[in-house]
């Protein structure tokens, strides 16, 4: 049995990178620094803040939520709100819900559902169904992704949220920074800093990511000792087994023969997000504007979320005549 480097507990977690062992009470304290001084070192919030907490039903999400409800008990400024999107995915999401609901409940957090049906009349189900049918190109996770990133921001500010806190860990963090490597997206690399959206439109929410430099597996221990979880694992049928799967293999390969590699990477992507930053040219693709169709925030002259509708042909049509009119004026048909 491996005993606490801090007393003489048996250890729940074995850090390989500064040769320390945790029982549960140890590592409770170590995750609670690690993560307060992540929330210190970027500025993260304010002394005044109205925090909405982007929840998932997941590990993750689950963990920052009760850590932030926790932290926010020592803040009077603070107010602490959940957000889940309901994306509509039958067999996956009512699951899910149920652990969100459980969660909110046990914490007596104010808590809003947004669902896809709500905002643009259709589930993903459905969207997915006639995507099939119109045959176009577009999976259903990339709708998915896209709709949800919108929602998130817009009903954040309808909740008069200040700020939109998500769960990304470091392992999520690196891995997108090393998909967005491989396809060349210096603007999304970008966007992978710890904080994000402070200046840039005035619709955006700032964004930030309190889990920044915490691994996967402590994030789940966390959850775990918090009795956050089920046992039970539900998946969502449209999960796709893309370029993430291996590369998330191949970092855990690496972490485990040199331990410490995942923690360099991520210095490496905030010594590049510092070069970007004066090198404007890369990152001009991300620059904010408004969507001509909705008004909320977006890249193009109309936001991915709308041409999606306008393809889907589940738009009104006032909506797809102000989307034909841009697009002449773009000549693009
Ligand atoms: S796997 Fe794809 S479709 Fe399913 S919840 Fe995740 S992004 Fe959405
Ligand atoms: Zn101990
Ligand atoms: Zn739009």
Redesign the pocket.
């Known amino acids: 049995m491996v005993k606490c480097s801090f007393c003489d507990k048996p250890a729940v977690y074995i850090n390989k990178v500064n040769g320390k062992a945790y029982c549960k009470k140890h590592f409770l304290e170590y995750f609670d620094h690690k993560v307060r001084k992540t929330i210190r070192k970027y500025r993260m919030f304010d002394k005044k803040e109205h925090i909405v907490v982007a929840v998932s039903g997941g590990k993750d999400s689950l963990s920052l939520l009760y850590f932030l409800n926790k932290l926010s008990k020592k803040v009077p400024g603070w107010k602490i709100s959940a957000l889940l999107i309901d ?1 509509g ?1 039958k067999g996956y999401r009512e699951y899910t819900i149920k652990d969100f609901l459980r969660i909110v409940e046990k914490l007596d957090v104010p808590y809003r559902i947004a669902s896809f049906k709500e905002y643009f009349g259709y589930t ?1 189900d459905e969207i997915v169904a006639i995507s099939r049918e119109k045959k176009l190109p577009y999976l ?2 990339s709708y ?2 896209v709709f949800r990133r919108y929602l998130l921001n817009k009903v954040a500010r309808e909740m008069g949220g200040t700020v939109l806190a998500t769960a990304h860990n470091l392992d999520d963090i690196i891995q997108t920074y090393m998909m967005n490597i491989i396809k060349n997206s210096w603007d999304k690399v970008a966007r992978l800093a710890p904080i994000t959206g402070v200046i840039e439109h005035p619709k955006f929410i700032k964004r930030v990511k309190p889990f920044y430099e915490v691994l996967e597996k402590e994030t789940t221990l966390y959850a775990l000792l918090n009795n956050l979880l089920e046992p039970v694992f539900y998946e ?1 049928p ?3 087994y893309n370029i993430r799967v291996y590369i998330r293999r191949y970092l855990n390969e690496l972490e485990e023969e040199y331990p410490g590699t995942k923690y360099s990477i991520l210095k490496s992507l905030l010594r590049i997000i510092e070069i970007l930053k004066n090198n404007p040219k890369e990152i001009t693709k991300g620059t904010l504007q408004t969507c001509r169709v909705c008004g909320e925030v977006s890249s193009h002259p109309i936001c991915r979320s709308c041409m999606y509708r306008y393809e889907l042909g589940i738009m009104k049509l006032e909506e797809e005549e102000i989307v034909k009119k841009v697009l002449k004026e773009l000549k693009i048909s």
């Open positions: 994306e995915i993903l259903p996770c998915c992704g969502c449209y999960v796709e």
